[in-house]
């Protein structure tokens, strides 16, 4: 029971009391004039309690009085009970406070020993950093293959890898043991390299990824990455139902990795892709909101990490879709939303510029996009300049053969 409940209680039972005296009082003071008085509805005690005593007339008044008085005892006797109660648990409550943190430390001494409650030295941090920079440079030698969407205002392969800065805050923890962080950190390698693999490799580190969640769920870095993991299952599978199940576990456990971080720039960025693999399943409502959910997310990690050109890249794939929206599409935002999402193929293009600038060759897609956007403001010569580019790139990912449909029909009508 909390303390209001209590207090609550409390107060009621004196109001009783006091109530029950106050009836006596009067009562007595009826009987001394002689007058003969009806009790109001809300006093009358027959309606209001069932007493052993109190009979349907009042033949015996003396008697009445007396069970009235004892009755009266009785509560107040129970409300000192009940203080005394509330008291103790007090005490106890108190006692408790005290002693949590002690038996914390106590657990921690327990299990770990002293010895291992340490903080990495700066030369440590400093290898690992060198290995996580290491591991990122090998994974960015191949554009293409950090391509892994399908539709919508989604896509690819996008985010940073090696180690974070809440990644190395959370190892450095004085509350970790360096058998825990060393087992993090070869996982989160283990999972970087695994996820620019084959298919075979991504659905190993989704399986990998799902094994550690309950140890390393409270951990950002490993949060995003199993995200990751979500949405490369998405692109494998082509059964409609696994599809939406992916998507829906990947946006859950990125909801809550924000929620720990917000400050996290690929946990902003990889709720944004699930929230754009969403439209493939939504109605047209429920589209536009995740249309703006992922343009929100995604200008969030654009302001906490400028520097990469995947982002860049998103937000072109939005501008462009948003660019291409239906009538009916627009009446429906304008209805829901009050103002509907607005872009042009000019920012789409900008977007798609600074990913190349960024990052020559980022993937095939971004060239796709690139022609696509002169193709419509009618700057044939540059369409076709892109497509060129687009064509020297070997499709390797999904996103890269969906890339390779849309450059043969692209290339159909720029030749009519």
């Given at each position: 029971?909390?303390?209001?409940?209590?207090?609550?209680?409390?107060?009621?039972?004196?109001?009783?009391?006091?109530?029950?005296?106050?009836?006596?009082?009067?009562?007595?003071?009826?009987?001394?004039?002689?007058?003969?008085?009806?009790?109001?509805?809300?006093?009358?005690?027959?309606?209001?309690?069932?007493?052993?005593?109190?009979?349907?007339?009042?033949?015996?008044?003396?008697?009445?009085?007396?069970?009235?008085?004892?009755?009266?005892?009785?509560?107040?006797?129970?409300?000192?009970?009940?203080?005394?109660?509330?008291?103790?648990?007090?005490?106890?409550?108190?006692?408790?406070?005290?002693?949590?943190?002690?038996?914390?430390?106590?657990?921690?001494?327990?299990?770990?020993?002293?010895?291992?409650?340490?903080?990495?030295?700066?030369?440590?941090?400093?290898?690992?950093?060198?290995?996580?920079?290491?591991?990122?440079?090998?994974?960015?030698?191949?554009?293409?293959?950090?391509?892994?969407?399908?539709?919508?205002?989604?896509?690819?392969?996008?985010?940073?890898?090696?180690?974070?800065?809440?990644?190395?805050?959370?190892?450095?923890?004085?509350?970790a043991s360096e058998e825990k962080e060393t087992e993090l950190f070869n996982l989160l390698q283990q999972v970087d390299s695994l996820h620019c693999g084959s298919d075979d490799d991504k659905k190993e580190s989704f399986r990998k990824l799902l094994e550690k969640e309950e140890k390393y769920g409270n951990h950002v870095g490993f949060l995003w990455r199993l995200v990751r993991a979500f949405g490369d299952m998405f692109e494998m599978t082509t059964d409609v139902e696994e599809k939406k199940?992916?998507?829906?576990?990947?946006?859950?456990?990125?909801?809550?990795?924000?929620?720990?971080?917000?400050?996290?720039?690929?946990?902003?960025?990889?709720?944004?892709?699930?929230?754009?693999?969403?439209?493939?399943?939504?109605?047209?409502?429920?589209?536009?909101?995740?249309?703006?959910?992922?343009?929100?997310?995604?200008?969030?990690?654009?302001?906490?990490?400028?520097?990469?050109?995947?982002?860049?890249?998103?937000?072109?794939?939005?501008?462009?879709?948003?660019?291409?929206?239906?009538?009916?599409?627009?009446?429906?935002?304008?209805?829901?939303?009050?103002?509907?999402?607005?872009?042009?193929?000019?920012?789409?293009?900008?977007?798609?510029?600074?990913?190349?600038?960024?990052?020559?060759?980022?993937?095939?897609?971004?060239?796709?996009?690139?022609?696509?956007?002169?193709?419509?403001?009618?700057?044939?010569?540059?369409?076709?300049?892109?497509?060129?580019?687009?064509?020297?790139?070997?499709?390797?990912?999904?996103?890269?053969?969906?890339?390779?449909?849309?450059?043969?029909?692209?290339?159909?009508?720029?030749?009519?």
């Amino acid at each position: 029971m909390s303390h209001s409940e209590n207090k609550g209680l409390i107060l009621g039972i004196m109001a009783g009391a006091a109530g029950i005296s106050l009836v006596l009082v009067w009562y007595h003071k009826i009987r001394k004039s002689e007058a003969t008085v009806n009790l109001p509805a809300f006093l009358d005690l027959r309606n209001r309690f069932h007493y052993v005593g109190l009979q349907n007339e009042i033949h015996n008044e003396q008697g009445t009085v007396m069970a009235l008085e004892g009755r009266q005892l009785q509560i107040l006797e129970k409300l000192n009970g009940l203080l005394l109660s509330v008291e103790e648990l007090k005490r106890e409550v108190k006692f408790l406070k005290e002693a949590v943190p002690k038996l914390e430390e106590l657990v921690r001494e327990e299990l770990q020993g002293k010895a291992d409650v340490c903080r990495i030295s700066p030369s440590h941090r400093a290898t690992r950093k060198r290995r996580a920079e290491t591991a990122c440079g090998a994974t960015e030698t191949t554009s293409s293959e950090e391509a892994d969407s399908e539709g919508g205002y989604l896509t690819a392969h996008t985010d940073t890898e090696g180690e974070s800065e809440e990644e190395k805050g959370w190892i450095s923890s004085p509350a970790a043991s360096e058998e825990k962080e060393t087992e993090l950190f070869n996982l989160l390698q283990q999972v970087d390299s695994l996820h620019c693999g084959s298919d075979d490799d991504k659905k190993e580190s989704f399986r990998k990824l799902l094994e550690k969640e309950e140890k390393y769920g409270n951990h950002v870095g490993f949060l995003w990455r199993l995200v990751r993991a979500f949405g490369d299952m998405f692109e494998m599978t082509t059964d409609v139902e696994e599809k939406k199940k992916y998507v829906i576990n990947g946006k859950i456990v990125a909801e809550k990795a924000i929620q720990m971080d917000a400050m996290s720039a690929d946990s902003h960025q990889w709720f944004a892709i699930m929230c754009g693999y969403m439209s493939e399943f939504d109605s047209i409502q429920n589209k536009i909101k995740n249309g703006y959910l992922f343009k929100e997310h995604l200008d969030k990690a654009i302001e906490l990490k400028p520097q990469d050109p995947s982002l860049y890249y998103l937000n072109g794939r939005w501008c462009y879709s948003v660019a291409q929206l239906s009538w009916i599409e627009k009446k429906v935002a304008a209805t829901l939303f009050g103002t509907p999402p607005t872009s042009t193929v000019q920012e789409a293009l900008q977007n798609f510029l600074k990913a190349e600038e960024m990052h020559p060759g980022y993937s095939k897609y971004n060239y796709v996009y690139l022609a696509k956007c002169y193709k419509d403001l009618g700057q044939r010569s540059n369409a076709l300049k892109y497509c060129d580019s687009a064509s020297s790139l070997l499709p390797v990912t999904n996103e890269d053969k969906e890339a390779q449909k849309d450059l043969e029909a692209l290339l159909l009508t720029l030749q009519l």
